[in-house]
Structures are given as C-alpha cells and as structure tokens.
C-alpha cells in the first residue's frame, strides 16, 4: 500500500480512528531512504498525530 493510499485511509472523511500497520518502522524506513519529502512529511504528520501506528499498539490501545 503506498503512502497515498494510508493517508486516505489514514486522514480521510474521519470514519476511521487510525490505521494500524504490521511492518510500520520498515515502512517509515523505506519512505525516508527512498521517497520524497512530502511522503516523508505526510508519515511523519499521521504518526505523530496518532492517525497511522504500529500494530503493536493495538492490544494497548484495546485495553484502554
């Protein structure tokens, strides 16, 4: 899934909480080595505001 595509998903009509994603620190890696600073700013924004995150959270964030 391309970085376009989660943040639709991500930042759409507002329907989704957040995605959660089961390889997030490799893709943040991949989108920093080899996509453009907008990409990399998109990431940066939907993780820092909790829209994108790992699925490692997602037991955390089903506890709470």
Avoid: Q, W
């Avoid at 930042?11 to 907008?38: M, N, Q, W």
């Avoid at 939907?46 to 089903?62: A, E, F, V």
Wanted: aromatic letters at 4%; one cysteine or more.
């Amino acid at each position: 899934m391309t970085d376009g595509r989660i943040a639709s998903i991500a930042l759409g009509t507002g329907d989704v909480d957040c995605v959660y994603h089961f390889a997030l620190p490799e893709l943040h890696r991949a989108v920093v080595k080899i996509a453009s600073e907008d990409s990399v700013e998109l990431m940066d924004n939907m993780i820092r505001g909790n829209r994108l995150k790992d699925i490692s959270d997602l037991p955390l964030d089903l506890a709470v």
